[in-house]
């Protein structure tokens, strides 16, 4: 089955504890991409990767890092967590060179909560 | 660049009626056009695309969506409202010009009351 599996789906953890989400797809996606979502805000990008090793940023990349050293897997880092990065935050990935294909393929989320 | 507007952050609607929910975007180039639902506590689906060809797309679930240019509109319709579409709401758009990323609304909610 097509899919994008994030883990864990329930995080709690304290300031400034490192902690990585994980991120893995299985369709040969080249696109990967982390969104948090917040009440109200909807959905805002926090990094994106075109392909391995190829990585930029959303419009809220402060205090996140990623990776991309292999295609199916994108981690999302936090090297030192605050409140305000509790969230709920979603995978997705796309195809780039199937354009019918256009569309993003999400994860089930990972609700992130920082005391 | 691309922008989209969802009017209204909450719907609601009795089991049976009309489901309309509302999206206009803009875009500098024709778009492909994209609604996603999320039920509680799961991810973002696809529920219907408009890539090109027909104006009229049916998706999953009874739903559908027709893409007006002269609008600017992409709204999401349903004839009768079903207990179970009760969710939230996302409509995307993105450029037609090769790979570009989604630019998605702020979601509405649908509330769907007996």
């Known amino acids: 089955e097509a899919q994008v599996t994030q883990n864990p789906r329930y995080l709690i953890t304290v300031t400034g504890k490192k902690l990585t989400v994980t991120c893995s797809q299985n369709?040969?996606?080249?696109?990967m991409s982390w969104y948090r979502q917040d009440p109200g805000l909807g959905l805002r990008q926090i990094y994106y990767?075109?392909?391995?090793?190829?990585?930029d940023k959303g419009d809220v990349p402060e205090g996140y890092k990623v990776s991309r050293k292999e295609k199916r897997n994108f981690p999302l880092i936090l090297e030192s967590p605050s409140p305000n990065q509790t969230s709920l935050y979603f995978c997705?990935?796309?195809?780039?060179?199937?354009?019918?294909?256009?569309?993003?393929?999400f994860g089930s989320g990972t609700r992130l909560t920082v005391v | 660049a691309q922008s989209v507007t969802q009017l209204g952050s909450h719907v609601s609607v009795s089991e049976g009626a009309l489901v309309l929910l509302r999206c206009n975007y803009s875009?500098?180039?024709?778009?492909?056009l994209f609604w996603y639902v999320q039920y509680p506590n799961q991810g973002l689906q696809l529920l219907l695309k408009?890539?090109?060809?027909?104006?009229l797309v049916k998706g999953i679930n009874g739903f559908e969506a027709e893409f007006k240019k002269s609008e600017t509109s992409f709204h999401l319709t349903k004839p009768s409202a079903h207990m179970s579409d009760a969710a939230e709401y996302f409509c995307?758009?993105?450029?037609?010009?090769?790979?570009?990323?989604?630019?998605f609304g702020t979601g509405t909610r649908l509330l769907v009351s007996p």
């Open positions: 875009s500098s180039v024709p778009p492909y």
């Open positions: 408009y890539t090109t060809g027909a104006t």
């Open positions: 995307a758009v993105r450029k037609n010009t090769g790979f570009q990323k989604l630019v």
């Open positions: 997705a990935s796309s195809s780039i060179v199937r354009p019918d294909d256009y569309g993003y393929t």
């Open positions: 990767s075109m392909n391995v090793e190829v990585t």
């Open positions: 369709m040969n996606h080249e696109y």
